[in-house]
């Protein structure tokens, strides 16, 4: 993790095919974010708050933290909703459509692996039993290219609104 007041360097959690993943994530996220006091940015917040409370429900030890992460949460989606516009989006207000936007160059509106189009039926997948290691490991490679191209655009968003002037999206 980075200094005091730095953005925090990139974190990852990929449930494996074994196990119930919800306390191991609950943990790595209390240990990524759950000792600063500053904003937790996410696009929909509301869903995000809701798995939070869903998690704290299940871990009692954990649920202070979790709870407390729940409220540091900022949503990108009412921020651009309110501020943003590019015609690329065709009236939708979808991350993808955003993203698409935003910094088409990232990618981070698109996903493709072994013909799944979506991370959600790659990481369905990837769990699967008695799936081939080497197409495991490519999927699960996949997701995590996937979650650091929208980690990048939602740092290009936050730029833009922060920077209107210097973080220009795409004309």
């Known amino acids: 993790m980075a200094g005091p007041g730095a953005p925090p360097g990139p974190q990852g959690f990929l449930a494996g ?3 119930d993943p919800r306390r ?13 006091d500053g904003p937790v940015l996410a696009y929909n917040a509301g869903f995000e708050r809701n798995r939070l409370r869903e998690l704290a429900g299940e871990s ?14 900022v949503d990108l989606f009412q921020i651009a909703r309110g501020h ?4 690329a989006m065709a009236g939708s207000w979808s991350f993808k459509s955003v993203f698409a ?17 979506t991370p959600l039926d790659a990481f369905a997948r990837s769990l699967q039993p008695g799936l081939p290691d080497d197409e495991r490991q490519q999927l699960r490679r996949a997701l995590q290219a996937h979650g650091q191209r929208q980690t990048a655009a939602l740092r290009r968003m936050v730029e833009l609104f922060e920077h209107p002037a ?6």
């Open 166 to 171: 210097e973080a220009r999206a795409p004309s």
């Open 60 to 73: 009692e030890d954990l649920s202070p933290g979790l709870l407390a992460l729940a409220e540091r949460i």
């Open 17 to 19: 095919p074994s196990g």
């Open 84 to 87: 943003y516009y590019h015609p």
């Open 101 to 117: 936007a935003l910094a088409p160059e990232l990618g981070a509106h698109r996903f493709d692996c072994n013909g799944l189009a």
């Open 24 to 36: 191991a994530f609950a943990q790595s996220l209390l240990q990524a974010l759950g000792n600063d």
